[in-house]
C-alpha cells in the first residue's frame, strides 16, 4: 500500500510492504515492514534480503498483488536454489 508521509517538508507517498508468513501452527507471524520510494525490484531485494539476514529460510510460497518488482526478484531468484 502507499501513504502520504512528510519528508523534508513536504508531503510525498511512500510504499508499504509487510511480510507475513504461517508458521508450523497454522498461525499467521509478522516478519517484517519496510517502507520506501516505490515497489520496484530494488525495495523488494532489499527488503527479503533483511529477512534472510535474519534467518528467514525454507519459502514454500510466495503470494501478493501483481507488483513487478517482486515478480522479478522472485523469478530471479527460484533457481538459483
Do not use: Q
Not at 507475513?20 to 525495495?43: M, Y
Not at 529477512?51 to 530471479?76: E, M, P, Q, Y
Request: aromatic share 6%.
Amino acid at each position: 500500500t502507499y501513504v502520504k508521509v512528510r519528508e523534508g517538508g513536504r508531503i510525498v507517498s511512500r510504499a508499504v510492504i509487510i511480510a507475513v508468513a504461517v508458521n508450523e501452527d497454522g498461525k499467521r507471524e509478522v516478519l517484517g515492514v519496510a517502507t520506501g520510494p516505490s515497489e520496484a525490484e530494488t525495495f523488494w531485494i532489499e527488503f527479503l534480503r533483511s529477512l534472510a539476514d535474519r534467518g528467514l529460510r525454507g519459502v514454500k510460497l510466495v503470494i501478493a498483488d501483481d507488483h513487478k518488482g517482486l515478480r522479478a526478484f522472485v523469478g530471479s531468484t527460484v533457481h538459483r536454489t
